[in-house]
């Protein structure tokens, strides 16, 4: 199957800093990459539709100038979290659809990113 | 609105056979999907069922019924790997008319020896 590769896996970094996060899609163009976040123990929140070339389509009550997301080529979407603080803290995930999205999603390993 | 309904927890033996269940109401429906979480990695895909009926992949099996809004997950021949949680997602489109997938909470399934 298609392997999208996410980086970093951990990030620790002070609370006011801002911490970006790659997600790629190494073997296959990946024209929408989905952004999500997920806390303990619950399901995964889709935070955002990336789409490369154009603004990205956030979900209700994300915050779109905390989560920076850019989409600048068919292989590479990024999520910036800007000003981060500890309620940031939690598991992201990027996946990107096998084109043309008949089916199944492909996930990068995450990024764990605590806040301090 | 948007829900996806699933037990928190399953506990089963080595061995057997479970059943997880999920029931959704979406506006639209394109598409069902079952995937696999082990704790602290992402999820990998099992099954999609778009029609009504049962696709099966091995010691996996996936259910469909359109009309029912319900959907099951069979695991049989269950092994201590197998523990893990199963995140049931339909897929609908949104305001824009992208296909997105909507999340139920997962259902964390405890294999016994």
């Known amino acids: 199957g298609a392997v999208v590769s996410q980086h970093p896996s951990w990030v620790i970094c002070k609370s006011g800093t801002s911490v970006k996060i790659e997600c790629r899609s190494l073997?296959?163009?990946?024209?929408?990459m989905f952004w999500y976040r997920q806390f303990p123990k619950q399901s995964l929140m889709l935070m955002a539709t990336?789409?490369?070339?154009?603004?990205?389509?956030?979900e209700q009550g994300v915050e779109k100038d905390k989560f920076l997301i850019n989409h600048a080529s068919l292989t590479l979407s990024t999520l910036t979290v800007t000003s981060a603080h500890p309620e940031d803290s939690s598991f992201y995930i990027c996946?990107?659809?096998?084109?043309?999205?008949?089916?199944?999603?492909?996930f990068g390993e995450g990024s764990r990113l605590t806040v301090l | 609105g948007q829900n996806i309904d699933q037990p928190t927890e399953m506990t089963a033996t080595e061995g057997a056979i479970v059943q997880i269940n999920c029931t959704y109401q979406?506006?639209?429906?394109?598409?069902l999907f079952w995937y696999q979480q082990h704790a602290g990695e992402a999820p990998t895909f099992l099954s999609y069922?778009?029609l009504d009926g049962l696709e099966e992949k091995g010691r996996f099996s996936s259910f469909l019924s359109r009309s029912k809004g319900y959907s099951y997950l069979l695991l049989k021949e269950l092994q201590m790997k197998d523990s893990a949680s199963y995140l049931c997602?339909?897929?609908?489109?949104?305001?824009?008319?992208?296909?997105?997938?909507?999340w139920g909470l997962g259902t964390s399934l405890a294999v016994n020896p």
């Open positions: 996946s990107a659809p096998d084109p043309p999205f008949t089916g199944e999603l492909f």
């Open positions: 073997d296959f163009q990946a024209t929408t």
């Open positions: 990336s789409n490369e070339g154009s603004k990205a389509t956030y």
């Open positions: 979406t506006s639209g429906f394109n598409g």
């Open positions: 069922n778009v």
């Open positions: 997602a339909v897929r609908v489109y949104n305001a824009g008319n992208n296909r997105k997938l909507i």
